[in-house]
């Protein structure tokens, strides 16, 4: 195996791991109501209010891919899964991803998802990754009101540990090797002028803006859906409130991948 394939791999892994972040949201609001608008939601053609999905002037070129990258044909996005899964699962080691993904429109899916972290919500049919299995587990503290568990980590360990085996360093070349793809499934989604990677940094920085609550965060169950007791929490985006009930240790964890894929992804445009 070479130094670029392992690549392929290692760095699709983390911009999926960004759209479990979706994942993990939908599935932790269904599981107290179902809300019949999201199984209906088809890939979002509307950006955030808060975070542009098209600019003017592009913000983050990627340029030219590096010497020595493959210079093979890219598959036509329709048809691109299974070169995409083929190598991924070949590439996968120990199969924790193939558990996780959905292996239909692939890149698609990662795109659309990412897209919609920085909004109130993420329609399940275009998650890339299988939801978590088990139930939100909610504790209670020492006043008696509920607050998130931290054995919710259980239930985002597979997920954590994909993330983690990310040779961030094979970023670069991979993402311009590949970003056609996400390219021209950005203009897709309805962004005709649109640059995927200034959305893909947009949304890794609303990411790492999400606060960062010292302990279990309370809730409150106002109708049958557990929601955050304070206001200020309970307004924050599908994305941001994911990465708090991850907890904090894992959301320090996630936010120091997500700067490091940040780091190459913007320097590799300079």
């Known amino acids: 195996m070479n130094k670029q394939s392992s690549g ?7 911009v999926v791991v960004l759209a479990a972040i979706g994942a993990g949201f939908v599935v932790w609001q269904k599981e107290k109501a179902a809300k019949p608008q999201e199984a209906a939601v088809a890939l979002p053609s509307a950006a955030s209010t808060s975070i542009p999905s098209s600019a003017s002037a592009v913000q983050h070129p ?37 558990a996780l993904l959905v292996p239909e429109h692939v890149i698609p899916r990662i795109v659309a998802t990412i897209d919609a972290l920085p909004k109130q919500s993420v329609g399940l049919n275009v998650l890339p990754l299988r939801t978590p299995t088990g139930s939100f587990v909610v504790g209670h503290d020492g006043n008696g009101q509920m607050v998130t568990s931290g054995k919710n980590a259980d239930r985002y360990a597979t997920y954590m540990y994909v ?9 670069v070349g991979w993402y311009k090797r590949y970003y056609p793809l996400f390219q021209q499934s950005y203009r897709d989604l309805g962004y005709p002028d649109g640059y995927f990677n200034d959305r893909l940094v947009a949304v ?12 279990p965060v309370v809730l409150v169950q106002p109708k049958l859906r557990y929601e955050f007791a304070d206001p200020s929490l309970q307004a924050l985006s599908a994305g941001q409130k994911f990465m708090l009930r991850l907890g904090p240790d894992d959301e320090a964890r996630l936010k120091a991948k997500l700067r490091a894929i940040r780091a190459g992804v913007v320097e590799s445009g300079k």
């Open 8 to 14: 392929v791999a290692r760095v699709l892994w983390v």
């Open 62 to 98: 990627l340029g030219a891919a590096p010497a020595g990258a493959s210079t093979a044909a890219l598959p036509a996005l329709g048809d691109s899964d299974s070169a995409v899964i083929q190598s991924l699962m070949a590439l996968g080691g120990d199969g924790a991803l193939k």
């Open 163 to 171: 993330a983690e085996k990310i040779d961030t360093g094979a970023l």
């Open 204 to 215: 890794i920085d609303h990411l790492l803006a999400a606060p960062e609550p010292k302990g």
